[in-house]
């Protein structure tokens, strides 16, 4: 099987969140997870998932060993065998793809990972819906073919001890991680930083400094008022929407702006009388989701919230969010200026972005840029993918701090 193969199966096996696979049902299915978890034995969990890992690999082939030139030219996707070979190599740049694959077991669930999505899985104990996701038949056996030849070529060189050299030598930068410092990122990519800032000025990212860095404005320490209203709630709103500009500050209502930026789950906060405080106060100890905080939509990356909180001192506001700088700082300014008390959670970090003193982390191939993590104890804001252009680029390679890779430890073979 070739790696375009491969990975078009991976896309049929898993689920759209790569959490579920197919469950493997049949009779020969089953004997061959078996057979896999038996090739795999010798190699000891690792990591704090303690699931087995081994890389395996596939060639990428020539394009006539994976597609039909005629279907493609009778599609109307190439008009010409140049334009075949081109189009396939683009979307296929390297001559061999590696693959994490992993097995994990519990209580009588078996899951088989590749390129860090699970693909195969059966539930001995517990058959549940949830796990019978079928697509092609015999799909599964077909993968499980292919993983059982990877596999043994891996646990051939496992056994004979030059396994952890090839991979040392062999495994592509794109399938590394590690972190390279934000200013270099963006030295070599101009446009990074751009979309970073999205227009925010250099005398608005010294007045947010000004303030936070005094460490008056995290929760711990910003002050309280004695009483709020969903009306000073929605002048916050409206503040913030004004100072972020653009379609936040439209000529409708400030109530209207804010059903549509948080899909209506504030229409029990809208329906509150504006000046009183004792309305609010019973609303806000009843349960609410709490995406109506969220008057920036977007995912968990991108969205950001102003949210109210309420203790034993009082009232006060917080921002929060993780990459859309820009927002965040606006809306912090715009409630601060207001005069009310607004935190955020560690505003350290914002700043060290907003001035390049952070480092971009450097996700492995087959995990998408997914916002911020925490590697090693250093908190990164920003992840990406090695492009093929990347790894072309000299400046940006010899820059990049790279992770050492992790091996597992093998059982001995009993004399």
């Known amino acids: 099987m070739y ?18 696979g197919t469950d493997v049902s049949s009779g020969e299915a089953l004997r061959m997870l078996d057979e896999l978890y038996k090739l795999l034995a010798p190699v000891l969990p690792m990591g704090s998932d303690s699931n087995k890992r081994i890389w395996i690999w596939a060639d990428r082939g020539c394009a006539d060993d994976n597609w039909d030139y005629e279907e493609w030219r009778i599609s109307g996707e190439c008009d010409t065998r140049k334009d075949f070979e081109e189009l396939f190599h683009e979307l296929y740049p390297y001559d061999r793809y590696w693959f994490p694959l992993e097995i994990m ?19 001995s104990g517990n058959p549940s819906p949830l796990y019978r996701k079928r697509y092609l038949e015999s799909m599964d056996e077909d993968m499980l073919t292919f993983l059982l030849e990877a596999a043994e070529r891996s646990m051939h060189l496992i056994k004979d001890g030059t396994y952890r050299a090839f991979i040392e030598e062999n495994l592509p930068l794109i399938n590394r991680s590690g972190a390279i410092p934000s200013k270099i990122f963006h030295e070599v990519y101009p446009e990074a930083k751009r979309n970073l800032l999205k227009g925010l000025k250099a005398d608005e990212i010294k007045a947010f400094e000004s303030i936070v860095s005094s460490g008056l404005y995290t929760e711990d320490t910003v002050g309280r008022i004695p009483e709020m209203t969903s009306g000073l709630y929605f002048s916050a709103v409206e503040a913030s929407y004004s100072e972020l500009g653009g379609k936040y500050d439209k000529d409708i209502p400030i109530k209207e702006r804010y059903k549509r930026m948080t899909f209506s789950y504030g229409e029990s906060l809208v329906a509150l009388n504006d000046s009183d405080p004792a309305a609010f106060e019973k609303w806000y100890h009843e349960w609410h989701d709490g995406h109506l905080w969220e008057i920036v939509p977007g995912g968990s990356f991108s969205s950001v919230s102003l949210s109210v909180h309420r203790d034993d001192y009082g009232w006060y506001f917080s921002v929060n969010g993780v990459a859309s700088l820009m927002e965040i700082v606006r809306i912090f300014l ?82």
């Open 334 to 415: 715009a409630v601060y200026r207001m005069g009310l008390p607004v935190c955020l959670y560690k505003p350290e970090r914002i700043l060290d972005s907003l001035y390049e003193r952070d480092r971009i982390y450097i996700t492995p191939d087959g995990i998408p840029p997914h916002g911020d993590s925490t590697v090693n104890g250093e908190y990164m804001l920003h992840s990406i993918n090695l492009s093929p252009e990347d790894i072309q680029n000299g400046k940006l390679i010899k820059n990049i701090d790279w992770y050492p890779l992790e091996f597992p430890k093998f059982k001995k073979e009993e004399s």
């Open 3 to 20: 790696a375009p193969e491969v990975m078009h199966f991976i896309d049929a096996l898993t689920s759209h969140s790569g959490l579920t």
């Open 105 to 123: 077991e519990y209580h009588g669930f078996r899951g088989v990972l590749l390129r860090y999505r699970c693909i195969l899985q059966h539930d």
